[in-house]
């Protein structure tokens, strides 16, 4: 991090003239953009320190001292200096500027909340039969009880958690909504919707078809396959079951603890990617009772120092939090832009694409005859289970973001609307304590639409991968080298950019569903 200090002073703004020559201040403008930078890097540290460490969480106090940073004053000097400006990657930079600005404007207004429910989440422990268990390990714990009745008994005695941090999350969405009109917005929808570059509308009537187009075989393969071994039924599975049902611990002796890093090493090592050799890639994946279970890649100075966290769990899971992780790792690591709004500032589907990509390596037939060691009919379980959870969790999404859809237009009673459109549509019993989550699964600005449009252009380049290189293309270092290439462009391109740059079109569901139906196809063969 440098040592310049977060608080440099802001050129004044105030007073500048109407003629459209001198009405944008450049000067103004790039103290905008070295305080923005400083800011970041400050707020990356303070999160990384608070997930990976439990330090109590003082994103306000960063705020504070930059409260006049993010500003309607300067929200609209961006917005004045983007309508004259006729260079088209210039315009992209402010763009990508205003955009923060705005994203920071909601959350400066929200930080003393989300410190203090982050600070509740690190330091709270749960007492059950006289055991205490950190909130932060609940999910893992979970995740890993054979008993259902037990993980009833763990999901049920986080609820007084879930209360006191809903009481700070109400206020949350109100400040959502009142920032979005003090902005002049109409809505919270048509702030987002200008943030995300996409129609909402349309984009919600993409979700409702991934959820009915798949109704029929995610509820064959939930009853037969998934259920059916933990002897469970569609009458008997709750919410408190999924993580059973995501850890997939039949298949942990494919993925040993021991061998993790060794197999990430080697297959990256296939592209021609050296991974012990990128000094500023560090993996942070100790145990830590206060460490946040959820995974996360922490770019605090691209592409000097990225760190990863990973809290492990044991077995396949582990393995895919770390190839994900490592995937957004790839991206910041090999950043070669030096503009900060392209390497800080982009649309999040980009480095989304990344991880799901490396990720989903796991799923690929040919890694896992070659990396793991599979035998094909251990193949063919594995990867069966796993067109289950990429079904699960794209309908999951789809069902939350129809949910946030409801939830930031002032829906009625948002506690049962989280029931029935993201319980019930991964299959669950609804269970009255599941409507006290209605606001803890909750990200800004929609980010549930960016992993959706992530998973379906990783699809998308995964088969242009595949066309150009073979199925087993993280063999081949010119596959590593198109990858390094995307790669050095960081954040500059967005989504829908990255989608035409790869010569793929538009991004689309389509190549998805089709990956989903062969993997089904090809597990349902009998095996020769």
């Excluded at 905008?32 to 330090?55: C, D, N, P, T």
Aim: proline fraction near 3%; aromatic fraction near 10%; include cysteine.
């Amino acid at each position: 991090m440098t040592k310049r200090s977060l608080l440099i002073s802001l050129i004044v703004i105030s007073g500048l003239s109407c003629s459209p020559k001198t009405n944008v201040d450049q000067a103004a403008i790039e103290t905008l953009r070295e305080r923005i930078e400083h800011f970041v890097k400050a707020q990356l540290l303070v999160g990384y320190r608070s997930w990976v460490f439990g330090e109590a969480s003082s994103a306000d106090s960063l705020y504070q001292a930059n409260s006049d940073l993010f500003s309607a004053e300067n929200i609209r000097l961006l917005q004045r200096a983007e309508s004259v400006e006729h260079d088209s990657t210039q315009r992209k930079r402010l763009w990508y500027l205003r955009r923060f600005l705005i994203s920071e404007y909601l959350g400066k207004e929200t930080a003393i909340l989300t410190d203090r429910t982050s600070n509740i989440e690190a330091t709270s422990t749960i007492n059950v039969d006289g055991n205490p268990i950190a909130y932060r390990n609940l999910s893992g714990a979970i995740s890993n009880e054979s008993s259902q009745a037990n993980r009833k008994k763990l999901y049920d005695a986080a609820t007084l958690i879930v209360d006191t941090l809903n009481k700070y999350l109400v206020r949350v969405e109100e400040i959502n909504q009142r920032v979005s009109r003090e902005l002049g917005f109409a809505s919270y929808d048509e702030m987002a919707e200008l943030m995300k570059g996409f129609s909402l509308e349309a984009f919600r009537a993409t979700a409702r078809t991934i959820i009915e187009n798949t109704d029929s075989i995610y509820a064959h393969l939930l009853n037969r396959d998934i259920l059916k071994p933990l002897k469970l039924t569609d009458t008997s599975f709750y919410r408190f079951d999924t993580g059973l049902l995501s850890r997939g611990a039949q298949f942990d002796r494919f993925f040993p603890d021991a061998k993790m890093m060794q197999t990430l090493v080697a297959t990256y090592g296939g592209m021609g990617i050296d991974i012990p050799k990128l000094n500023s890639l560090s993996i942070d994946s100790e145990k830590r009772e206060r460490k946040s279970p959820r995974a996360v890649c922490f770019s605090i100075d691209v592409p000097n120092d990225i760190r990863l966290s990973i809290k492990p769990i044991g077995g396949m899971d582990d393995y895919g939090a770390l190839f994900h992780e490592v995937g957004h790792g790839m991206h910041y690591v090999h950043t070669t832009e030096n503009a900060i709004e392209f390497k800080y500032l982009g649309e999040q589907t980009v480095t989304e694409v990344y991880a799901f990509l490396s990720e989903y390596l796991l799923v690929n037939q040919a890694w896992l005859r070659m990396k793991a060691g599979l035998t094909t009919s251990q193949i063919k379980d594995f990867v069966r289970y796993q067109a289950f959870q990429r079904l699960f969790m794209i309908r999951l999404y789809a069902g939350m973001f129809l949910y946030e859809s409801e939830l930031h237009s002032g829906a009625a009673n948002p506690e049962k609307l989280y029931t029935q459109l993201v319980v019930k549509t991964i299959g669950c019993v609804p269970y009255q304590p599941d409507e006290k989550r209605y606001l803890t699964s909750v990200d800004p600005l929609y980010y549930s639409a960016s992993y959706l449009r992530a998973w379906f252009l990783e699809a998308q380049l995964n088969a242009e991968l595949t066309a150009r290189f073979g199925v087993n293309w993280f063999e081949n270092r010119e596959a590593g080298d198109f990858l390094i290439s995307l790669w050095k462009l960081g954040d500059r391109l967005n989504g829908d950019e990255l989608a035409r740059h790869i010569g793929v079109g538009a991004i689309s569901p389509d190549k998805l569903l089709e990956q989903i139906r062969m993997m089904i196809v090809f597990s349902s063969k009998p095996s020769m």
